[in-house]
C-alpha cells in the first residue's frame, strides 16, 4: 500500500523559512517523480512543485519560483520542500503526492504551515 | 496558464440519481505524445484529495463503476451514474500538460 506522511507544518512569521518532509513507504520511491500541491483554508488546490526521479528536473510555479526548493533522498525514501521568504498567502495545508503533473496519483494527508505575525 | 472552469460550481442531487460536472479548458490538452492529461479527483470533507479519473476516461482502482469520465480537446465531463452517500465532497478537474499545471475552482456536491 501506498504510503505519504508529510511533516514539518507550524507556524511561522512572515519572512520565515519551513522545511517540509514527506517519508513515502509501499512502491520503489526511486522510480516515481514526486510532487508538492498546497491547499489554503477553505480554498481550491494549487500545484507547488515536482521533481523528477534523480533531481534533475525540478519546475515551479511562479507564486513560489526562487523562494521555495524542492529536493529528495532516495535512499531514505523522503521528499522535502524548503520555503523561505514565506508570505502570508502560502498558508496553506501541503500535500505530497506521487508522480508529476501528468499522474498525480496518490496524496498524503498534508501538513498544515500557517504564515502570520 | 490553462484556466480550468468547471460547471455548476454545486450541485444538490437526490440520492441513486446521476450527476454530471463539466471542466473546460482555456488551451487544448492534448500534449505532443498524443495522451491528454485531465484527471479528475475528490475530495470528501476532511479528507486528503483522491484521484478518481487519469487521461480523461481511465478509471483509478477501487474507484466505483459508477463514475465515468469524458471528453476531449478542451471539453470534459465526470458523471456519476447514481449518486450514493458517499459520494458528498468537492470534485476538481485538472489539467497536467501545460506547466504549470492546473485545477479547475472545485464543484461540491451535496445530497439533496
Known amino acids: 500500500e501506498v504510503q505519504l506522511v508529510e511533516s514539518g507544518g507550524d507556524l511561522v512569521q512572515p519572512g520565515g523559512s519551513l522545511r517540509l518532509s514527506c517519508a513515502a513507504s509501499?512502491?520503489?520511491?526511486?522510480?516515481?517523480?514526486m510532487s508538492w500541491v498546497r491547499q489554503a483554508p477553505g480554498k481550491g488546490l494549487e500545484w507547488v512543485a515536482t521533481?523528477?526521479?534523480?533531481?534533475?528536473?525540478?519546475s515551479y510555479v511562479d507564486s513560489v519560483k526562487g523562494r521555495f526548493t524542492i529536493s529528495r533522498d532516495n535512499a531514505k525514501n523522503s521528499l522535502y520542500l524548503q520555503m523561505s521568504s514565506l508570505r502570508v498567502e502560502d498558508t496553506a495545508k501541503y500535500y505530497c503526492?506521487?508522480?508529476?503533473?501528468?499522474?498525480?496519483?496518490?496524496w498524503g494527508q498534508g501538513t498544515l504551515v500557517a504564515v502570520s505575525s | 496558464d490553462v484556466v480550468m472552469t468547471q460547471s455548476p460550481l454545486s450541485l444538490s442531487v437526490t440520492l441513486g440519481q446521476p450527476a454530471s460536472i463539466s471542466c473546460r479548458s482555456s488551451?487544448?490538452?492534448?500534449?505532443?505524445?498524443?495522451?491528454?492529461?485531465l484527471n479528475w479527483f475528490q475530495q470528501r470533507p476532511g479528507q486528503s484529495p483522491r484521484r478518481l479519473i487519469y487521461?480523461?476516461?481511465n478509471r483509478d482502482s477501487g474507484v466505483p463503476d459508477r463514475f465515468s469520465g469524458s471528453g476531449s480537446g478542451t471539453d470534459f465531463t465526470l458523471r456519476i451514474s447514481r449518486v450514493e452517500a458517499e459520494d458528498v465532497g468537492v470534485y476538481y478537474c485538472?489539467?497536467?500538460?501545460?506547466?504549470?499545471?492546473?485545477f479547475g475552482q472545485g464543484t461540491k456536491v451535496e445530497i439533496k
Open positions: 487521461k480523461v476516461s
Open positions: 488551451q487544448s490538452l492534448v500534449y505532443s505524445d498524443g495522451n491528454t492529461y
Open positions: 503526492s506521487r508522480g508529476s503533473s501528468w499522474s498525480a496519483s496518490d
Open positions: 485538472f489539467q497536467g500538460t501545460r506547466w504549470p499545471p492546473t
Open positions: 509501499g512502491f520503489t520511491f526511486s522510480d516515481y517523480w
Open positions: 521533481i523528477n526521479q534523480d533531481e534533475s528536473v525540478k
